[in-house]
Nanobody, 119 residues
Framework: QVQLLESGPGLVRPSQTLSLTCIVS??????????WTWIRQPPGRGLEFVAV???????GYNPSLKSRTSIFMDTSSNSFSLQLTSIAPEGTGIYFC???????????WGQGIQVTASS
């Protein structure tokens, strides 16, 4: 059974860097048929794509966040991580990691982690 589990701080101060990690169990992040993705949901709003990385290390970013976002994988821990610098209060929300297939189907999600950007 494949599972994704997010970890990271629940509270960050504005202008600081948010660092989140998604640990993958039951599958290898180097399998070349999947895309490992971060998605967030601000309060009262819909889902927003943040970043994606594939097994080869190729990355993609939301254009509005690209200058402040990094996604990378750690094969030794079978995990992938997100860093978002200079976070603003608007960065508050639930952050999900998810696995997408080549058809763009997000069939597997982590439970999500609540992040609040506040002083």
């Amino acid at each position: 059974q494949v599972q994704l589990l997010e970890s990271g701080p629940g509270l960050v101060r504005p202008s600081q860097t948010l660092s989140l990690t998604c640990i993958v169990s039951g599958d290898s992040i180097t399998r070349d048929t999947y895309y490992w993705t971060w998605i967030r949901q601000p309060p009262g709003r819909g889902l927003e794509f943040v970043a994606v990385i594939d097994a080869t290390g190729d990355t993609g970013y939301n254009p509005s966040l690209k200058s402040r976002t990094s996604i990378f994988m750690d094969t030794s821990s079978n995990s992938f991580s997100l860093q978002l610098t200079s976070i603003a209060p608007e960065g508050t929300g639930i952050y999900f990691c998810a696995r997408a297939g080549v058809a763009g189907d997000y069939a597997l999600w982590g439970q999500g982690i609540q992040v609040t950007a506040s002083s």
